[in-house]
């Protein structure tokens, strides 16, 4: 009997690719605008929030895949890179941080899709 939850197997990784999106993806979109004559107001406080939200999303989804393969070591991660990205953009902002916090996050998300396939 398997205690994993149906279609939850891209959570982390569809989690991960959404912050990835709401961090830079936004920045993206703002210089594009900007250079195009257009000017946006962005309520940053709302912007980390998302973020932040779609980190824990994915150390959530990183849970779910530790009922599957027994393996804690991608949800430490994980959980250490929402960690340092939720410093980021509350605390105290460094650009090194929060692509460290990144890389964190999106390693676990690999660790995590790779182990989920040996154990399938």
């Given at each position: 009997m398997s205690l994993k939850p149906p279609n939850?197997?891209?959570l982390a990784s569809l989690a991960t690719a959404l912050s990835?999106?709401?961090c830079y993806g936004t920045l993206a979109a703002i210089g594009i605008l900007g250079a195009l004559g257009f000017a946006i107001s962005l309520n940053e406080t709302l912007w980390a929030a998302a973020i932040v939200t779609f980190a824990v999303l994915a150390v959530g989804g990183l849970g779910l895949g530790l009922l599957q393969?027994?393996?804690p070591w991608p949800v430490v991660?994980?959980?250490l890179g929402a960690g340092v990205l939720g410093y980021t953009?509350?605390?105290?902002y460094g650009r090194l941080t929060e692509v460290a916090g990144?890389?964190?996050l999106c390693l676990a998300a690999?660790?995590?899709w790779r182990l989920r396939?040996?154990?399938a």
């Open positions: 939850s197997s891209l990835l999106a709401a393969h027994q393996n991660i994980g959980g953009m509350y605390v105290q990144f890389v964190l690999f660790w995590d396939r040996m154990s």
